[in-house]
């Protein structure tokens, strides 16, 4: 039986059922953005939210960091993995708070969470690779890529379910499965929660982008913006056909040989990303129960 249909609109008109995120996130984003800011003002803003605290000093703690003899409190965490990485491991833990969904047997949030997490992960390690100036802004990237796939699950299941359903059984990703149905799609959902939490413009392009490769039909994005659209848009494919995690769709598709030539990577370049990118997500499990927990 089909699910009633619904439009973009309808399901975007009840993204405020949504928590908001905590005024921490808005909070350390201006501090760290302003260049007089010091360790003592993060350490202080932190302080207010000692969950995200203990979170950030686990994860600095875990193998993905790998900081020499550990750290016991936040300054040293700070001075290890800098400002960015703080504000987006805050960012990224708090997302994932409020998309908090149940599972069932159409679909598994933390399977979703850990092909996102993948995702993140992949695409920080492309950004490195290139030499892209702030790596951890892709991390970001990737793992919220694919949020509108979540808030469509926990507000509109049954037009969401449709569409994992039909995916599974015509061999189709997601995002075409959805188009197929004439479903609201999960670019434009999460584009719309990007915005009403007000996130930077990279983060909404990303999620609103990752499936377009011509940078002409982004919407006239920056250089540097479709640069990292790209990047999220190689991790993606590539975390998918190594089947790490699942989010609604197992269809793996060829790389665009025009994303490659644009990231300047050679079939040699490429596997030698691909190398880098299994080593670096092999910890995204304890990553995962680290910062969904």
């Not at 808005?26 to 203990?54: F, G």
């Not at 047997?105 to 996102?116: A, G, I, L, R, V």
């Not at 994992?164 to 995002?175: D, G, P």
């Amino acid at each position: 039986m089909a699910a009633e249909k619904m439009s973009s609109q309808a399901i975007v008109d009840r993204l405020d059922e949504l928590p908001t995120l905590p005024t921490i996130v808005y909070e350390l984003s201006r501090v760290i953005n302003d260049p007089m800011s010091s360790t003592s003002e993060i350490e202080k803003i932190m302080a207010n939210d000692q969950s995200l605290t203990t979170k950030v000093l686990r994860l600095a703690n875990s193998a993905y960091y790998a900081i020499p003899g550990g750290v016991s409190n936040l300054q040293r965490a700070i001075a290890y993995i800098g400002y960015d990485a703080i504000n987006q491991l805050v960012l990224s833990a708090s997302v994932m708070n409020a998309l908090n969904a149940k599972s069932s047997t159409e679909f598994e949030p933390n399977q979703f969470w850990k092909h996102s997490i993948g995702v993140a992960m992949a695409a920080e390690t492309t950004a490195r690779f290139v030499h892209y100036k702030t790596p951890s802004d892709l991390f970001t990237c990737g793992l919220i890529h694919d949020m509108g796939k979540v808030a469509m699950y926990i507000i509109a299941p049954e037009i969401f379910l449709e569409s994992v359903a039909y995916a599974k059984e015509k061999n189709l990703t997601l995002i075409d499965a959805e188009s197929e149905l004439g479903n609201p799609r999960h670019t434009v959902v999460g584009r719309e929660l990007a915005s009403k939490w007000r996130l930077p413009s990279l983060l909404q392009a990303s999620i609103a982008h990752h499936h377009q490769r011509d940078p002409g039909l982004r919407g006239g994005l920056s250089q540097e913006t479709n640069h990292v659209v790209d990047m999220v848009f190689l991790a993606n494919l590539l975390v998918v056909a190594l089947q790490f995690g699942n989010s609604g769709h197992s269809k793996a598709l060829g790389v665009p040989k025009e994303i490659v030539e644009r990231l300047h990577l050679n079939p040699e370049k490429l596997n030698d990303l691909i190398g880098k990118i299994k080593q670096s997500i092999a910890s995204a499990e304890s990553f995962l129960k680290i910062i969904g927990g």
